[in-house]
């Protein structure tokens, strides 16, 4: 396309990041003055961040990859800071532990961070004491809303393997909303 069109280039521009900002691949032609525009999206693979360790983390792991994923288990602070800094738009926090030492600064992190999907394990009395630590190291209510908790979608899961496939669907739909 050439850049004689600004009107075209302006609206290739923002079709690009609406593709991107779902965080799906696409491919799409529109008409302009100057010829025929192809707008081609291919955002970055998401990359489960899980912090605590298991069956479940396990199984995680294995869905990633069925999925064509990147998963990385966590066991330390340090551990699931990196990839969410070294790619913060592809990173996608799912915290397994019920450890505070270890659950809270790395949701702090990703809630800062803006990682595009923040989620959690846990009763509800365990999400309203995560959520009490995350007020009392700064965050607002709305960063504390963005943490899907319980998480995974309500699909009926009863074996760990079926919590996993809930929670990469989960995953999957808030990548899909801009």
């Avoid at 010829?35 to 396990?58: F, R």
């Avoid at 009863?158 to 919590?163: F, L």
Wanted: proline fraction near 6%; charged fraction near 20%; glycine fraction near 8%.
């Amino acid at each position: 396309m050439q850049g004689d069109d600004p009107a075209a280039v302006a609206q290739a521009a923002e079709q690009a990041r609406q593709l991107l900002a779902r965080h799906r691949a696409g491919r799409e032609t529109r008409r302009a003055a100057a010829g025929l525009v192809l707008i081609e999206a291919c955002p970055a693979v998401p990359h489960l961040v899980i912090v605590g360790g298991g069956e479940l983390a396990e199984l995680l792991t294995t869905q990633a990859q069925v999925l064509g994923w990147q998963a990385t288990v966590a066991y330390a602070v340090g551990d699931a800071r990196k990839p969410m800094a070294d790619r913060p738009a592809a990173a996608c926090l799912i915290v397994l532990s019920h450890e505070p030492d270890l659950d809270i600064p790395a949701l702090h992190t990703a809630l800062t961070a803006g990682i595009p999907y923040v989620g959690a394990l846990g009763s509800r009395r365990t999400q309203a004491r995560r959520a009490a630590a995350l007020t009392e190291a700064g965050l607002t209510e709305e960063q504390l809303r963005r943490i899907h908790g319980p998480i995974g979608l309500d699909i009926g899961a009863r074996t760990p393997a079926e919590t996993a496939l809930a929670i990469c669907a989960e995953v999957l739909a808030a990548l899909g909303r801009p």
